[in-house]
Nanobody, 118 residues
Framework: VQLQASGGGQVQPGGSLRLSCAASGSIFRLKGMGWYRQAPGKQREMVATISARGDSTEYADSVKGRFTISRDNADMTVYLQMNSLKPEDTAVYYC????????????WGQGTLVTVSS
């Protein structure tokens, strides 16, 4: 399985970005998907996750009401719509895909940089 993330960039505070993560390969292995981020000097943290059917989502408190996660199972892509961006949202964003076989580790994408700065 390969996860290809895209959509990062630089945006001013209050702006919006939409991240995409497309899965390819043995996608039948995949269950829930999501996004994590890692800011400079900080640990990686969960941003948002979405269940296999897209009927359940979870968000970090810091992004609730501003970010929306969604997925398209037809082409196995997960999206993160980020609105009202703040400087503290600056980080490398990674997509993650869990496997149905719980004993197996998740897959990680390569990361895409989001910079919120004026």
């Amino acid at each position: 399985v390969q996860l290809q993330a895209s959509g990062g960039g630089q945006v001013q505070p209050g702006g919006s970005l939409r991240l995409s993560c497309a899965a390819s390969g043995s996608i039948f292995r995949l269950k829930g998907m999501g996004w994590y981020r890692q800011a400079p000097g900080k640990q990686r943290e969960m941003v948002a996750t979405i269940s296999a059917r897209g009927d359940s989502t979870e968000y970090a408190d810091s992004v609730k009401g501003r970010f929306t996660i969604s997925r398209d199972n037809a082409d196995m892509t997960v999206y993160l719509q980020m609105n009202s961006l703040k400087p503290e949202d600056t980080a490398v964003y990674y997509c993650i895909a869990e496997q149905w076989l719980a004993s197996m580790p998740p897959y990680w994408g390569q990361g895409t940089l989001v910079t919120v700065s004026s």
